[in-house]
């Protein structure tokens, strides 16, 4: 089928890969000239694990292009996924629909007749009643149906998750539209992917119902970790006791530095906002949202505590800068809020990451970017593991401790055994466990 994707992020750029994997005939378009013309060299905008190979293939086998201009693309799509941005609005943090809005306006004129047109950006209840009344005083056709296809893909196992997903959720009432999407999703509910077909606004509050509830979950382990510190228990037991209840389930129970990335923190806000306007305040996300901000201070206080009681001119090597492990996105990473409040405290840092140093660089001042984690630790006086890298957790560490001045860990996502960093040397720290010196 020829689908036309509208965006190429993480979102729209694994899903046109993957939809050309799956069989159709895709084109991405980006409005972004640098970035299409990169794609078209070869060159990934973003990192994320077999997207490079995925693309290759699919553009050597014909399936899969690259566009600037919009208009051509979807005269002849058959479906036209808007997959561009919805960042929170500086204003109320409520989710900002200017490029999903732009992006349909744009399109509406070129639509031909019985085209489906897809919200898979993630937008709050009711938007894609006003992309369709923005489309239909738009279009020349109206025979168009706006449909919603919420994404639920986690950066780093994105194609996994694209090409097995747990559930593929479709929000609309016209029955042809639910077939097209049907139709294009056939090769993955063929091999056991479940269809939910849903009205569409249901469909638009799933993804962020979604979201917050796993945010809610990751905010509760955390608090749950701090008791652990005081009573002498650890975190990690207590996860493992709790999860294997499969009403509770073993996900989302990692104790760390707070949740971030460009959904979790974007979405929640969106959903306060979405309850507050319908009045229907919803008290446990505004609670997770404050709990998991003030999280950052308390990781700073662990490693202002760990170094001694002061970092005034201590250096900290930082492994980790991204969100989370497996890909390059720095957005509302923990390391945005934790690195400059020790340098304002008067530490000075040198950080590695495997994927995000680029990303990080302009966004950090101040902060050295080493070659290698050992480049980083040379010298420190306080090594931090900021993200769960797995590189970090096969870091021969008795020669981490030796290459440090003194060799003192914090490791605020639990990545390391704590005996074996108390063996290597280290005085450990980390989240929800007792500390090993
Ligand atoms: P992104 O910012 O990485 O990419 C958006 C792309 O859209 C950019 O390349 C931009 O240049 C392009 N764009 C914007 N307006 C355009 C226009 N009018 N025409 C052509 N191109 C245009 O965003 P993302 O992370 O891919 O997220 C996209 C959406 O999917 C968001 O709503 C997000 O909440 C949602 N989502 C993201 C993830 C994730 O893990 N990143 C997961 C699920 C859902």
Redesign the pocket.
């Known amino acids: 089928m020829p689908i036309t994707v509208?965006?190429?992020?993480?979102?729209?750029?694994v899903t046109g890969a993957c939809l050309a994997g799956i069989g159709h005939r895709v084109t991405v378009?980006?409005?972004?000239e640098g970035?299409i013309a990169g794609l078209r060299a070869g060159r990934m905008?973003?990192y994320e694990e077999g997207l490079a190979e995925l693309v290759g293939d699919e553009v050597a086998m014909g399936r899969l292009s690259f566009a600037t201009a919009?208009a051509a693309a979807v005269a002849e799509a058959a479906a036209v996924f808007i997959?561009?941005?919805?960042?929170p609005r500086p204003s109320d943090g409520h989710?900002d629909m200017g490029?999903v809005m732009?992006?349909a306006g744009?399109i509406a004129p070129h639509l031909a007749a019985g085209t489906v047109v897809v919200v898979?950006?993630?937008?709050p209840v009711g938007t894609g009643d006003e992309v369709e009344a923005l489309v239909r005083t738009l279009t020349t056709t109206q025979d168009v149906a706006v449909v919603s296809n919420?994404?639920?893909?986690?950066?780093g196992v994105?194609i996994a998750d694209f090409m097995r997903p747990d559930r593929i959720v479709v929000g609309t009432d016209d029955g042809r539209a639910a077939a097209v999407m049907a139709a294009i999703y056939r090769p993955l509910t063929e091999r056991g992917a479940p269809l939910l077909v849903t009205d569409r606004r249901a469909a638009e509050l799933i993804?962020y119902a979604a979201n917050s509830f796993l945010a809610l979950k990751i905010t509760y382990i955390n608090e749950i970790a701090n008791l652990c510190e005081e009573i002498g228990a650890d975190v990690g037991d207590v996860a493992r006791g709790i999860g294997l209840d499969p009403r509770i389930g073993a996900q989302f129970l990692k104790a760390g530095p707070g949740f971030g990335?460009?959904?979790f923190p974007?979405?929640m806000l969106a959903l306060m906002k979405t309850g507050q306007d319908h009045g229907v305040p919803l008290r446990s996300v505004e609670t997770a949202v404050a709990v998991n901000d003030a999280r950052k201070g308390e990781m700073v206080r662990k490693i202002v505590r760990a170094a001694g009681g002061s970092v005034a001119g201590r250096r900290i090597a930082v492994l980790g800068l991204t969100f989370k492990a497996g890909t390059d996105?720095m957005r509302s990473a923990a390391s945005l809020v934790i690195l400059p409040q020790l340098q304002k405290q008067g530490a000075r840092i040198t950080a590695f990451d495997p994927a995000g140093m680029a990303e990080a660089a302009p966004l950090l001042p101040g902060v050295a970017m080493a070659e290698s984690a050992m480049a980083a630790l040379a010298g420190a006086d306080l090594a931090v593991v900021l993200t769960e890298w797995p590189e970090f957790a096969a870091l021969d560490l008795a020669a981490a401790a030796r290459a440090m001045r003194s060799p003192v860990l914090v490791d605020l996502r639990n990545l390391l055994d704590p005996e074996v960093a108390a063996r290597a040397g280290f005085h450990y720290r980390s989240v929800g466990r007792a500390a090993r010196d």
Do not use: N
């Open positions: 509208v965006g190429a992020g993480y979102v729209g750029l378009v980006d409005r972004d970035r905008p973003i919009l997959c561009v941005g919805t960042p989710a490029q732009a992006a744009t898979k950006s993630t937008v919420p994404e639920f893909l986690r950066e994105a993804k990335g460009s959904c974007k979405d996105d």
